[in-house]
């Protein structure tokens, strides 16, 4: 049976923060957890990309969870390319889907970085965005660990948040 949640990490590198705050939804989802990083996609070409086997495994499990989060890295004041090449590869399985995003970044500056990301969820797919998401910068995290209580008390709000949230289209 499907998880009721499905969290992906869309980071790409070994170290990520982003990913920590990926794997801590999940725990306190108990639900599915990707990691971008086994499931190697090919760059939406418009063409033949979307016969891609992880494609086609990721639009399954978008397609059956009722929340998605997307745990994403912020590069230069955007969400990364792999988060974007998702979404254009896995399209339709996105329709009507409640959202939500923990990012990570560098510096306070591009808090709204994520807004692209989301309007093209709202707009392409009519996802519901979960208006509070979470932001963390470097300060955040010590050893491989989320140490900023803010910052473990809005990822718990954001479950909360998904979990009370009903949405039937």
Do not use: H
């Not at 992906?8 to 990913?19: A, F, K, N």
């Not at 807004?115 to 470097?138: K, Q």
């Amino acid at each position: 049976m499907p998880a009721e949640y499905l969290i992906i990490s869309t980071s790409l590198r070994p170290g990520s923060l982003s990913r920590l705050l990926g794997q801590f939804l999940a725990a306190e989802l108990e639900g599915d957890y990707i990691d971008l990083r086994d499931y190697p996609l090919p760059l939406c070409d418009g063409e033949t990309a979307y016969d891609d086997p992880n494609v086609a495994r990721l639009s399954e499990m978008i397609t059956a969870a009722r929340v998605v989060f997307l745990a994403v890295p912020i590069y230069n004041y955007d969400g990364n390319a792999a988060a974007k090449n998702l979404i254009e590869l896995t399209g339709s399985a996105w329709k009507d889907k409640i959202v939500g995003f923990a990012c990570a970044a560098g510096g306070q500056s591009s808090y709204m970085s994520i807004m692209g990301l989301a309007n093209d969820l709202m707009l392409d797919f009519r996802c519901i965005i979960l208006p509070r998401f979470v932001y963390a910068t470097g300060g955040d995290f010590d050893d491989g660990q989320i140490t900023s209580p803010k910052i473990l008390q809005r990822l718990k709000d954001l479950a909360r948040e998904a979990r009370s949230l009903r949405y039937q289209p």
